[in-house]
């Protein structure tokens, strides 16, 4: 086996590789801390509707508990779309790195950075896909326990 040589592509494209994987940790920070600002933003703004509305329910409680993790879900699928597109983009380069070199170290790897299938699918699927995956289940829930509530106050179950 022959030792790895690394060029000046090959430093450029790890420097780049770097930098990339760097951004793609903040973005997952940012995405966690993203559910965190939802759900205190959410008890902030029911506090203060209960408050002005003399501590009784009222239909803008649920509207608000509605809104606001659809509103935070958006952001933090935006987040999660250019994750995977930035993953996408980090493949590239690893493969570029490995086609400039034939070292057995390199090559057949096998250490995909995503799965093809989530990076070759079509726009739509992405955007779909952004939406509804398994880091999402933060908001199905808070929409959900809202949606159960809200029918429960219009049928009259809770007052």
Not at 49 to 67: M, Q
Not at 133 to 159: D, P, Q
């Amino acid at each position: 086996m022959t030792e790895y040589i690394r060029t000046v592509e090959d430093e450029l494209d790890w420097s780049l590789l770097n930098q990339l994987h760097s951004v793609v940790l903040q973005m997952g920070t940012f995405c966690f801390r993203t559910k965190q600002v939802c759900l205190t933003v959410l008890v902030g703004v029911i506090g203060l509707i209960t408050a002005l509305t003399s501590d009784k329910l009222d239909t803008s409680i649920f509207v608000a508990g509605l809104l606001i993790p659809a509103c935070f879900w958006l952001l933090d699928s935006i987040t999660y779309f250019y994750q995977v597109k930035l993953r996408g983009v980090m493949d590239g380069v690893r493969d570029r790195i490995q086609s400039r070199n034939s070292n057995n170290q390199l090559l057949n790897q096998n250490s995909e950075i995503i799965e093809n299938y989530r990076i070759s699918s079509s726009s739509a699927k992405r955007v779909q896909n952004a939406f509804f995956n398994h880091s999402m289940w933060f908001y199905y829930l808070l929409i959900l326990v809202n949606c159960i509530l809200w029918v429960a106050f219009l049928n009259g179950i809770i007052i």
